[in-house]
């Protein structure tokens, strides 16, 4: 049975989740009172009862929780689920917007096991309708997938225009919802990094990269360009949207 095995919450990030019977899943936000929800497009983790129990089996004493996971499961192989696919539990519905996760920093489990299944099997997701859940809930996989954005951008531009410009993503693409990378020189936060991400694992369909100082088109030159498009690149099965300007924010 494809079920909820644990609900997860905390106060703060970067700790271990307490395990709650239920909790009210917030549409556009996430858990309510859990410290990772909010306005963002990883508002909800999950991870697989089956995938803690790999770590056990390395002779760590873990459970439901401990990987800062929101939503365990049992019985749902959710590491096949692509970006876009829409989950039930009971009244509640949400999209998964990302697989696996880049850590910056090495968490007390991975000191511990030399490995964390967190990064590779945990995904994410947005709620579109909210409700309250609880632990035995049955999670139903409708099948149903809807179309995911990407915006990236350097923290100035991020900062300053990122509402602006999700909200054209939005009207011009379509998207059920955009996620935001900012680019850094933090490991995996590079541009190279981000893009092989965004289209090798994520897959995601459009990616915009707003750029007004202009500082990124040479990191795209070696790039095969869209046919009839000055801005356009495409990398496997994505296109990449080069924008220096907001008009050029269009899936046209």
């Known amino acids: 049975m494809q079920k909820i095995k644990a609900i997860s919450i905390s106060n703060r990030k970067g700790i271990r989740k307490n395990n709650v019977a239920e909790a009210m899943l917030i549409k556009d936000f996430g858990l309510e009172n859990d410290a990772h929800a909010g306005k963002w497009h ?36 959710l590491a096949r689920l692509p970006v876009g696919s829409h989950l039930k539990i009971g009244k509640t519905e949400l999209i998964i917007s990302q697989l696996g996760k880049i850590c910056h920093t090495r968490c007390a489990i991975y000191h511990q096991a030399g490995d964390c299944v967190m990064p590779r099997e945990g995904i994410f997701a947005v709620v579109i309708e909210g409700g309250r859940i609880k632990v035995g809930d049955t999670v139903t996989i409708s099948g149903k997938r809807s179309k995911a954005a990407a915006f990236v951008g350097e923290k100035d531009a991020v900062s300053s225009y990122g509402d602006t410009v999700v909200s054209l993503i939005k009207t011009n693409f379509g998207p059920a919802f955009v996620r ?29 990269i707003y750029d007004p100082a202009g ?13 009839g498009s000055e801005h356009r690149y495409l990398l496997g099965d994505s296109t990449i949207h080069y924008c220096r300007q907001m008009e050029q924010i269009d899936k046209a």
């Open 180 to 208: 935001v990378d900012t680019i850094s020189t933090r490991e995996g936060g590079n541009l190279s990094a981000i893009l092989k991400d965004l289209t090798e694992t994520q897959k995601i369909e459009d990616i915009i």
């Open 42 to 77: 990883r508002q909800v983790s999950f991870l697989a009862e089956e995938s803690i129990e790999t770590m056990r089996a390395k002779g760590l004493d873990v459970v439901a929780g401990n990987f800062a996971e929101n939503i365990t499961t049992e019985g749902v192989d």
């Open 215 to 227: 500082g990124l088109g040479l990191a795209l030159a070696g790039l095969e360009r869209k046919k």
